[in-house]
């Protein structure tokens, strides 16, 4: 079945400094790879997608390329802020997206010190 | 974009009730709604799946006469966690499905005492 590791947090990073967060995938098929941020208290938001080999979704000074070859969807941001400090969830979404649920990693813990 | 509400964000019951948590999509049409649970520090974990005018569909191990999803219109789900205990306490998030993918409502804390 589907699954997606992440790497285990937290990350514990300081102000400007250069995130990455591992994400790797097994699925069958040609899934859709997603990357969600989850602040305190409060429930999922997408931060970028990436629905085919090679793609790279971006959002808000974030990245991922969908790196088939390595089954790999890996976070990165340049410099990162406190406003950043939250969960961070990488998924996969099955081909028939929309009908099945998301399947999610274990999510990742960021931690940004002034 | 769209939008899921979810209500109410959090809930205090007494062991013995029943608690009902509502997500509505407020433009879009939610053909599917996933309803999950999480525990403090923990990822989501899917309950069940639910199509419009259908049965849910539980996961294994999610007991189907506690939680009542009833999905009974394009822009309403209901999650009602019935006869609630202590252990049920969780964080509860709804997500739908449409033409613009998953969007997820802010979750429910529900406490029980």
């Known amino acids: 079945g589907n699954s997606v590791t992440q790497m285990e947090g937290p990350v514990t990073l300081s102000e400007e400094a250069f995130l990455t967060i591992n994400c790797t995938y097994t699925a069958t098929g040609y899934p859709s790879l997603f990357w969600y941020v989850q602040y305190p208290g409060e429930g999922l938001q997408l931060l970028l997608k990436a629905t085919k080999a090679d793609d790279k979704g971006s959002n808000k000074g974030f990245e991922a390329t969908y790196r088939k070859e390595t089954t790999s969807f890996h976070l990165e941001k340049g410099s990162v802020q406190v406003s950043d400090s939250a969960v961070y969830f990488c998924?996969?979404?099955?081909?028939?997206?929309?009908?099945?649920?998301?399947?999610f990693g274990s999510g990742t813990r960021l931690q940004v010190q002034p | 974009g769209a939008v899921v509400s979810q209500h109410p964000s959090w809930v205090i019951c007494k062991s013995g009730t029943s608690v009902k948590i509502e997500c509505r999509s407020l433009d879009f049409q939610a053909t599917t709604m996933f309803w999950y649970r999480q525990f403090p520090k923990q990822s989501l974990m899917l309950m069940a799946t639910s199509n419009e005018g259908s049965k849910a569909t539980y996961e294994q191990g999610v007991e189907k006469d506690k939680f009542l999803i009833n999905h009974a219109s394009l822009t309403l789900s209901t999650l009602t966690v019935t006869s609630a205990h202590p252990e049920d306490s969780s964080f509860y998030i709804c997500s739908g499905t449409g033409d613009y993918g998953y969007t997820f409502g802010s979750g429910t804390r529900l406490t029980v005492v």
């Open positions: 998924a996969l979404g099955a081909q028939d997206t929309g009908r099945r649920a998301l399947t």
